[in-house]
Nanobody, 118 residues
């Protein structure tokens, strides 16, 4: 059994910053790719940022230069630092991780709300 628990969401004014965290716990042998997704009301869930086990990162065009994904392998935790936030960044943010125990399984967190006011 594996759990991903996100934290750090909240309400912030446009131009502000937030840092989301997602900690994995449970039956984990290794964690490979980790990702942040977001879903705004009435829209499909979309990939925001990706980080490989080796630290390679990739970002959606809409957040490049403003968001930074990172991970602490010792803590089984992935972060996303979100700067220069815009109202269009308002969404529920979900973390996702590819975890190996007795096989690879993709796990999701429960989501954390980020609201950016104009």
């Amino acid at each position: 059994q594996v759990q991903l628990v996100e934290s750090g969401g909240g309400l912030v004014q446009a131009g502000g910053s937030l840092r989301l965290s997602c900690a994995a716990s449970g039956s984990i042998f290794s964690i490979h790719a980790m990702r942040w997704y977001r879903q705004a009301p009435g829209k499909q869930r979309g990939l925001v940022a990706f980080i490989s086990s080796g630290g390679t990162t990739n970002y959606a065009d809409s957040v490049k230069g403003r968001f930074t994904i990172s991970r602490d392998n010792a803590k089984n935790t992935v972060y996303v630092q979100m700067n220069s936030l815009k109202p269009e960044d308002t969404a529920v943010y979900y973390c996702n991780a590819d975890i190996y125990y007795c096989g690879y399984v993709s796990y999701w967190g429960q989501g954390t709300q980020v609201t950016v006011s104009s």
